[in-house]
């Protein structure tokens, strides 16, 4: 496999198709190499010859003598199998076809026929159906873009061309700085996780952001991205929430397992943050390469109005900032410089008549103080501050805070003249917004991320499995062509995995009875056991909440004469004596092979309005035990685990413990597909949780173990 630095940093690159005609993409290529800078040799390859922008025109790839590390391909589709193949041949490293017309509309056959050859030869290709590739670091716009690429240091993967073509215009007016951009259309071979590998150890690229559309290879892009994330910031637009997975909803798990679910959920285990739309993307993109990572955990926020203020402290919430409260401290620090009609209680209100002066102390107590960790400043427009005051005094503090490497960001409203601002310090790189949400949504990107950092753990949870056995008695059910398991057999796999399900045993006689009750442990429930009473509690068969011995004789005699009474001719065998559940938490937990991105876990809010309430949250497997506490957390049911109207806190520890075992039975055990407790009964701190219902579902492709 050639190595992907060839791609962006390539000594040759040819164009096959460079055309004299300036109408054509393989001119404008040809034109964007040689006007970006590149220091490389570059041959322009058409079957006509002559010359192209004042270079030599090569009739073949054969006539170049050099050896050619990239190749840009701008000629019909119907040519480009023959001109891939003699790239190929020539030992080409890199082909970028830019031609479309392939598995886009439907042409699958041709497209691996080309991903065949070269990666035969050795040769890898990128698209087809893609725009070229930028590179600042060999100063390369190997695109048919507009040109004049602005080099920085975000680098953008994206899986639309068309958008990545308007991104390059758009960073440009947003001042954002490329180190690379490139389009992976098709992706027949290189892939996101190709171009990620560089891109990570990449010093020029400080943030990387990826617009894509979807995943072909799940595990490949999870290790990639977790590699990058650990590195610097990853920022990625997911297009198509609203489409679900293709999966069987033969449980819950499944039916709530839409696609977008588990990206969501996989990229933010994976440190990956996740914007909406292009201009989130961009916002955070640019923020968090400039900003350095926050001194604290707490931030505070200076303003000249209060409306504003309440603003952005609800914004504060919605992205998890935390505001730093010690109110005496606060009043210690930004007493001496708040009016005393102001308010010195996070958000510091400086009050409408603050101009220059009062900014500037205020925002200077703040970078001082040890406690705050990150400071925002808001300004709505007054006569008593203009927006040329405004302008130099939010460029002087930002450059002040980013030399003592502490975050400040800034959001203004007002008319014009603020507008103008906006637009003049974004120029500079100076992070300020004409909405709060927009600025806090930067640093809540900027905690977020650098809280991944610090708390992200490799050290993932693992139990033991008895495979064999588990495959043996899943390997019966499939002798019988059946791909479920029977409520007994699910249950002895729990009683392997070390799952506690409810305690039942058949006793045969009164005796029998009670020694079984007094395994169980009181109360229990006892039913009647009779093949020829299917209707148990019409008959009398049933009775509920037996607290001690004297209960079962009278409840054992009581049932013996109903239903003798019921169906003198019956066969009664004895009867079940099981443990009476106590109601509690009711949750579920599911596990399941996800066919993009392998073992995946879920866990929620559980009983029979699942469905309903769809308040569950998925990770994907291996998991450590902190991420399983954040998709504990992520639930809107959460409270009720840490014990909601004064009840005592739930027994958390047993939850999570089983959420280990099933992930590594659904890991371990490739027969099973899917796996489903519901409700799990959690129980107060130390009692325990019981799986009630265990529902397994095996893998139709058979027994791979
Ligand atoms: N080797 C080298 N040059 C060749 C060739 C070959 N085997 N076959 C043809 N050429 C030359 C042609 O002679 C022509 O040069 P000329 O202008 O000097 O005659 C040049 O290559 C281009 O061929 P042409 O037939 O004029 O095609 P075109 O420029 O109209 O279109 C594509 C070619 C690739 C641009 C077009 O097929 C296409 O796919 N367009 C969509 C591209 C796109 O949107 N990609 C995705 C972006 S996100």
């Given at each position: 496999m050639n190595d992907i630095k060839l791609l962006f940093e390539p000594r040759?690159?040819?164009?096959?198709?460079a055309s004299k005609d300036p109408k054509k993409i393989g001119h404008t290529v040809v034109k964007n190499i040689l006007a970006s800078g590149y220091k490389g040799k570059v041959y322009p390859i058409n079957p006509a010859g002559g010359d192209v922008l004042g270079l030599r025109a090569y009739t073949d790839i054969n006539a170049i003598e050099d050896d050619v590390d990239m190749v840009c391909t701008t000629i019909p589709a119907k040519f480009v199998f023959d001109s891939v193949k003699s790239c190929a041949d020539r030992g080409v490293k890199y082909n970028v076809i830019i031609t479309s017309g392939f598995s886009e509309i439907g042409d699958i056959e041709t497209e691996r026929k080309i991903t065949d050859y070269s990666l035969s030869r050795g040769m890898r290709v990128v698209g087809p159906n893609v725009f070229g590739v930028y590179s600042a670091e060999s100063h390369m716009d190997a695109t048919f873009g507009p040109g004049n690429i602005l080099p920085g240091s975000v680098a953008i993967i994206t899986q639309s061309g068309a958008l990545g073509l308007a991104m390059i215009g758009k960073t440009k007016v947003e001042n954002i700085g490329l180190s690379s951009i490139v389009s992976i259309g098709n992706k027949c071979d290189v892939d996101e996780a190709d171009l990620l590998a560089y891109l990570t150890e990449q010093e020029r690229t400080k943030v990387i952001l990826m617009y894509i559309e979807g995943i072909k290879d799940g595990p490949r892009f999870i290790d990639a991205v977790k590699k990058a994330t650990r590195k610097k910031p990853v920022v990625v637009i997911k297009s198509g929430r609203s489409e679900r997975g293709a999966v069987a909803a033969a449980s819950h798990t499944g039916s709530l397992a839409g696609s977008d679910e588990i990206i969501d959920a996989i990229l933010k285990q994976n440190g990956v943050i996740r914007a909406e739309n292009i201009q989130e993307a961009f916002n955070w993109s640019k923020y968090l390469g400039n900003s350095p990572p926050p001194t604290g955990d707490?931030?505070?926020i200076i303003t000249n109005g209060g409306?504003?203020?309440?603003?952005?402290t609800d914004a504060c919430e919605k992205y998890e900032i935390e505001l730093y409260d010690d109110g005496k401290k606060l009043k210690e620090m930004f007493g001496p410089v708040t009016p005393s009609f102001g308010s010195t209680k996070n958000p510091i209100d400086i009050t409408g008549g603050a101009?220059?002066?009062?900014?500037?102390?205020?925002?200077?107590?703040?970078?001082d103080s040890k406690e705050i960790g990150a400071s925002m400043a808001l300004y709505c427009e007054t006569s008593t501050f203009l927006a040329a005051d405004l302008e130099k005094v939010l460029e002087e503090n930002y450059n002040t805070y980013l030399q003592r490497r502490k975050p400040l960001l800034f959001a203004i409203v007002g008319g014009e003249d603020i507008e103008n601002a906006i637009v003049k310090l974004g120029r500079k790189n100076v992070p300020v917004y004409?909405?709060?949400y927009e600025a806090v949504s930067c640093l809540g990107k900027l905690y977020w991320y650098n809280r991944y950092l610090r708390y992200h753990s490799e050290l993932y949870e693992d139990a033991q499995i008895p495979v064999a056995a588990i495959t043996e008695i899943c390997k019966n059910a499939i002798k019988q062509d059946r791909y479920f398991l029977l409520a007994h057999e699910a249950q002895q796999i729990m009683d392997l995995v070390g799952i506690p399900?409810?305690?039942?045993f058949v006793a045969r006689n009164l005796d029998e009875a009670i020694s079984c009750a007094e395994k169980?442990?009181?109360?229990?429930?006892m039913k009647i056991v009779s093949k020829d009473i299917i209707h148990k509690s019409d008959a009398g068969g049933v009775a509920l909440n037996l607290e001690d011995k004297g209960e079962i004789i009278d409840a054992y005699q009581a049932i013996m004469q109903s239903c003798r009474a019921y169906n003198p001719e019956a066969n009664i065998e004895g009867v079940e004596i099981a443990e009476m559940l106590k109601k509690d938490v009711e949750t579920i937990i599911g596990a399941r092979r996800d066919n993009t991105f392998g073992p995946i876990i879920m866990f929620g809010l559980g009983g029979i309005y699942v469905e309903v309430m769809k308040d569950v949250a998925f990770r994907s497997l291996p998991i450590s035990r902190r991420e399983i506490m954040n998709m504990i957390k992520e639930t809107r049911s959460y409270p009720l685990l840490l014990g909601a109207r004064g009840e005592d806190p739930k027994d958390m520890d047993s939850v999570v413990a089983i959420i280990i075992k099933l992930g590594a039975l659904i890991s371990k055990c490739t027969v099973i597909a899917d796996i489903e407790i519901n409700p799990l009964m959690v129980y107060e701190q130390g009692e325990g949780s019981k799986a009630v219902d265990v529902r397994i579902l095996l893998a139709k492709d058979g027994v791979k173990q």
């Open positions: 040759s690159v040819a164009v096959v198709g707490q931030a505070v409306g504003i203020g309440v603003m952005a101009a220059s002066a009062e900014y500037n102390s205020a925002l200077g107590v703040a970078l004409g909405d709060v399900v409810p305690k039942s169980c442990g009181y109360p229990v429930v």
